[in-house]
């Protein structure tokens, strides 16, 4: 997924002629967290809602404020999972698209692109969200896919959610009648299944097991 298709020019650019109230009155009307600002064709950086709220002096152009200038952008044929980065490393709702050239092309919505995602089988198909976890050295996502398809599932996505130096958290989301067999196969293999499910019968046979110990112990 490339991020052409995504790239729009609804709003104009700034430039170092645009007068402050002008920026205010986009911001009002927007949900825009930052705005590009552009001197033929090329892309000089970004102002954010924030820093603009504190200057005052509205009639005055932004070529007077270049030290408020942010600097982030994607290029043209940058895939969507990078963007996404680039708007959490920011902190903005919005980013430029400039081609190899530098030439400004337009902007990515943040929203835009989470639509995107939010259609793809792993977050729009239905199926089981299992979070496991195993020794950073030990895991593969060959082996992963291995034991759900060999428990007859349909693997519908895969990542990794966080890591260290010694161990590896993991969120898979899988389609399957048997969604037990697979939770148990994982833990054959030494996985420790970190979320709670209620086709876990294991975690009902340990509790079974406690109370029959507990009440042993009681007599």
Do not use: W
């Amino acid at each position: 997924m490339e991020t052409t298709p995504y790239i729009l020019n609804e709003f104009k650019a700034f430039t170092t002629h645009t007068k402050i109230a002008d920026v205010k009155l986009l911001f009002r009307e927007t949900t825009y967290s930052h705005f590009p600002i552009v001197e033929n064709g090329h892309l000089l950086g970004l102002i954010s809602e924030l820093d603009i709220l504190g200057v005052f002096e509205d009639e005055k152009e932004l070529s007077n404020f270049q030290y408020l200038f942010q600097l982030f952008f994607t290029e043209e044929d940058n895939n969507l999972l990078e963007i996404l980065k680039i708007f959490a490393a920011n902190e903005s709702n919005l980013i430029p698209v400039i081609n190899d050239k530098k030439d400004y092309l337009g902007y990515c919505d943040l929203i835009d692109i989470l639509h995107v995602y939010n259609n793809t089988p792993f977050l729009k198909n239905e199926g089981t969200v299992l979070g496991i976890e195993k020794n950073i050295t030990e895991y593969s996502f060959r082996e992963i896919c291995q034991i759900v398809e060999s428990n007859n599932g349909s693997l519908l996505g895969i990542f990794i959610s966080e890591a260290d130096a010694t161990s590896v958290k993991i969120t898979i989301k899988f389609f399957a009648q048997d969604v037990n067999e697979i939770i148990q196969s994982f833990r054959r293999y030494n996985y420790k299944v970190l979320s709670k499910h209620k086709e876990d019968f294991y975690l009902e046979d340990l509790k079974e097991r406690s109370n029959y110990l507990q009440k042993y112990l009681n007599i």
